[in-house]
């Protein structure tokens, strides 16, 4: 991806999935579920925000719009909605 702001969002997410995984990992999960719930909750806010983004970023619609067969008009009408 050329977009430094698709770049930040997917670290972002990456990240989040990290801190999740090792919350559940965790022997605290046992425990007190409430530390990996809140992790899974910021986790699938930084996905959000990455597809949100996704949608309407301009570089992530240069790629596809170089894809053969690619029709640029209906798949932005879709994206959108």
Not at 6 to 34: K, P, Q, W
Request: proline share 2%; hydrophobic share 40%; charged share 25%.
């Amino acid at each position: 991806m050329d977009c430094p702001i698709c770049r930040g969002l997917e670290r972002a997410f990456e990240a989040g999935r990290s801190e999740y995984i090792e919350a559940r990992l965790s022997a605290c999960f046992r425990v007190c579920t409430v530390f990996a719930a809140r992790k899974n909750v910021d986790m699938e806010r930084a996905r959000y925000e990455l597809e949100e983004h996704l949608s309407i970023c301009v570089s992530t619609v240069r790629v596809f719009a170089s894809l053969p067969g690619w029709d640029a008009s209906t798949s932005l009408k879709q994206l959108a909605a």
